[in-house]
């Protein structure tokens, strides 16, 4: 991975650059890094703030000759590793909450926005957009996400280098995407739950469509979050925010 880079100081947005390079053939293991993005996206439809020279910023392009219903899978093997470089470069715990949110200390450091190009049931590329901060300060957050996101730096107490941490995620990645195509998606569901942060807790998942609390009981081979509402019953979460009702 990594043999092909485009890098640009200030873009709009890696995860668009990325998506016309594998529209136009890039080879699978293509990664487009910026310092700055002015347009950064989050999931749902959220803004990513992407300030210049303090966080990585970047898009990764996947060619994975998987069905489509298995693609969410992929966003759970990135979050493991991005957890595991977090942990190597910081020696501190990352923990995963669903679908792919990296806490430190309980507050978001990553995350991690998986877009695809399909034909009917064929994967075309995959782009897996890494958003990690790196170097902020806690002054560096606007005031609605203070509360909520946190860097590597905050947390580690010292300033890391990025390039150090892009060539840690980089490796930790491939060896656990080969691991994928070759073996499947047990492993890494098996070391995604070791890594969970919200499983066996009482939580709400909250979506456009509503709202359902209950117990999180685990995630399907798909990646699929399994919540157990208070009568009984199992509901099968493909998309939501999860909160941790406080008690
Ligand atoms: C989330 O937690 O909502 C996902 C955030 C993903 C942010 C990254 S930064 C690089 C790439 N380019 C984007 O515009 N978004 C992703």
Known sequence: F???????????????????????????????LADEQTGGRGRL??????????????????????????????????????????EKVTGLEAAIKWPNDLLINGKKTAGILTELQAEADSIHSVIVGIGMNVNQESKHFSEEIAQIATSLAIEGGKTYKRAEVIGYLLQEIESLYHQYLQNGFGVIKLLWEARAFSLGKRITARSVTGSITGYAKGITDEGVLLLEDDTGRVHSIYSADIEIPSP
């Open 45 to 86: 439809g959220r803004a990513w703030q992407s300030p210049a020279g303090t966080g990585i910023w970047m898009s990764l392009i996947l060619r994975p000759e998987i069905p489509l219903q298995k693609a969410p899978q992929l966003t759970l093997l990135i979050a493991v590793a991005a957890s595991k470089a977090i």
């Open 2 to 32: 990594g043999k092909k880079i485009v890098y640009q100081p200030s873009v709009k947005s890696t995860q668009e650059i990325a998506y016309s390079l594998a529209r136009d053939g890039a080879p699978e293991g293509s990664i487009v």
